[in-house]
């Protein structure tokens, strides 16, 4: 007898943002006693960022990512001791090892020996790591994956730099992804090109004790728009063509949460309506791993996306990579 198909569906999203709120004027009060000028205009005009969050020094990256795992594994109905793999995608863990899922799995009172590991593709973590449970899931390996994105990006930037410190936030989102007989992911498509790993890059690490090279966040803004621009666009139409479906039948779009310009180039080139964009970078920034499941979240919340419409995630970002995951909900 044929064993029935495994699929992999979403049943519960959660997130969190650290306490600070930090407007676009506020930071550029606090940026100016350092001789550093920007303004709310330029912020708004170039990016569409109206505010971020910053994360107090005592507050780590698992601490928000425990916040949001424990939301989304509220939102399930699942308790957290039936998890059984972590995965966790972040640039900014909380120490070189052990794993920030680890740590997670810890501070979630998970005793019953579940993988956890980490994922690193920066602003593609989130996409990267939902294509990795899912296939856990459908090669019949685990049954229900937390799979969450957190960034404390506040502590890798560097605040005389205007081109950057400006862009970046703190924040989490986690989904569990969970065994089905109905289709949940349909699609997942994942790309990367190391010939690029110096437009976007913090070219640190620890050697001897110290800190060799820099350990703040660098990025050529220019380069790094234009090849986002193309490859959101072809990685969109590579898992709707993996999945037999069309733009049009795509309910919702969330695109990495960067720049309002990149999302809306995005959406015109899949000839999307704007409304069908989520966005989040207005008031979260850029989250890094946490800003898809962050904006994923908010929308599940708020009542827009409702079960059985198919959302569409795109994350790019450092490494180079890009990667898109098409959902059913
Ligand atoms: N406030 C005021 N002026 C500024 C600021 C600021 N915060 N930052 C730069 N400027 C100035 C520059 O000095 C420059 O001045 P000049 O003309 O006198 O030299 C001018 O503004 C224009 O700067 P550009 O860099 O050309 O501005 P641009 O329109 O390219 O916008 C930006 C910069 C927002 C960074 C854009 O290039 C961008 O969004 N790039 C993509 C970022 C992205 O998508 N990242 C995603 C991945 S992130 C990840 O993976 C971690």
Redesign the pocket.
Known sequence: MTQPAIYSRVIGTGSYLPPRRVSNQQLAEELAARQV???DE??VA??GIKARYFAPPDMTTSDLAVEAARKALDMAGVDAQAVDLIILATSTPDFVFPSTACLVQSKLGITNGCAAFDVQA??SGFVYALATADNFIRSGAYRNVLVIGAETFSRILDFND??TC??FGDGAGAVLLSASSEPGVLSTALHADGRYADI?CVPGNVHGGAIQGNAFLY?D??A??KL?VGVLEKVALEALDKAGLEASQIDWLIP?Q??IR?MLSTARKLHLPTEKMIVTVDEHG?T?AASIPLALDVAVRDGRIQRGQRVMLEG???GFTWGAALLRM
């Open positions: 000028e920007t303004s330029w912020i170039r990016t920066v602003c205007r081109t400006v862009l976007l990025m803004g220019q790094v728009f986002a990495h960067a720049n990149i850029n890094s790019v970002g450092g």
